[in-house]
C-alpha cells in the first residue's frame, strides 16, 4: 500500500497503520517529519529496520530548504517521476492529511 502523508502535524497513530513493505512518501509539510533529530527520527529509524519503505519529495523538500544529509538516513529523495512509478507500483493507496 503506498501512504501519502502531507501534514506535519499528522498524528503519529497513522504510523501504527502502516505495515511491513509498504511505501510511504512525505510530501509537502510532512517531510519535516524525516528530519534527523525530529520527534519522529526513533520512529522512522523502526519503520525502516521493518522494510517500510520511506520517501520525500525532492521538490518539497527544496522548497522548504532542506538537504538530503539533514533526513534520518534511509529516507529516499524521490522526484516526480519516482512518485508516479510508487503510484503505479501499489494498487492501493492512503491520503493521511
Known sequence: MLHLIFQLSTDTAVF???DRDDDVVFLENAVFKANKGSVMTEVLQEMLNNNVHLYVLNEDLETRGITKS???SGV???DYSG???L???N???C???
Open 70 to 72: 539533514e533526513l534520518v
Open 76 to 78: 529516499e529523495v524521490i
Open 87 to 89: 503510484s503505479e507500483k
Open 91 to 93: 494498487k492501493t493507496s
Open 16 to 18: 501504527h497503520r502502516i
Open 95 to 97: 491520503t493521511w492529511n
Open 83 to 85: 512518485f508516479v512509478a
